[in-house]
Every structure is written in C-alpha cells, then in structure tokens.
Nanobody, 119 residues
Framework: QVQLVESGGGLVQPGGSLRLSCAAS????????MGWGRQAPGKQRELVAT???????AYAESVKGRFTISRDNAKNTVYLQLNSLKPEDTAVYYC?????????????WGQGTQVTVSS
C-alpha cells in the first residue's frame, strides 16, 4: 500500500553536496519513524540518519556533522542533505519508514538512489 520513492542521487566529487528526497505515497495513517540507510557493495546496510520515535534525530558517527535529515509533513517527504562527501559515502541510499497500526508494525524501504563520490 505504501511506496517510498527516492531521488536526488548522482555523481559528485569529494567535498561536494547532494540533497536526497523521499516521497511517500499510497495508503497510510502516519509513520512512527523515518530515516535513511545506505548499502555499499559487499557491505551491510546501515542506518545513517533517522527521526527517532520521540521526534529527535540520530546519526551514524561516520556522518555526524555532515548529513542532515529533515522533513515536510505536508508533502509526506523526507530529505537528506549530504555535505562534505567522501568516497566512502558511495552507496545506494534507501529511504526507510515504519508504520504502526494498532499493535502491528510495517517496515518499508524504497528502491534506492545511487550516490557516487569520486574524483
């Protein structure tokens, strides 16, 4: 019922910036948590930025001070601003949302958008 569509990825040089967007569509009530994860080839998927259940934000240590998560509830859209990009940031970035309906939780992932940082 819920679809998450990411956009904004691309090829940038080290030190560059990108802004990723995640638009949610379909049938849902509200998302209890939303965030971004990434997965590089041969690596495990990791969460890099999330809105926690209490409304605060949390970041992976590797991206603190460089990435910023934000949202526009009216547009059902979440953003991830990536600054001071490093080659090790190269990965497919996925939008993640968790919906709680009654006592049942639903975990959604988008299709991903490629971010490549290279000189």
């Amino acid at each position: 019922q819920v679809q998450l569509v990411e956009s904004g990825g691309g090829l940038v040089q080290p030190g560059g910036s990108l802004r990723l967007s995640c638009a949610a569509s379909g049938t849902f009530f509200t998302f209890n948590r939303m965030g971004w994860g990434r997965q590089a080839p041969g690596k495990q998927r990791e969460l890099v930025a999330t809105f926690t259940s209490d409304g605060n934000t949390a970041y992976a240590e590797s991206v603190k001070g460089r990435f910023t998560i934000s949202r526009d509830n009216a547009k059902n859209t979440v953003y991830l601003q990536l600054n001071s990009l490093k080659p090790e940031d190269t990965a497919v970035y996925y939008c993640n949302a968790i919906e709680l309906v009654g006592s049942t939780s639903y975990n959604y992932w988008g299709q991903g958008t490629q971010v490549t940082v290279s000189s």
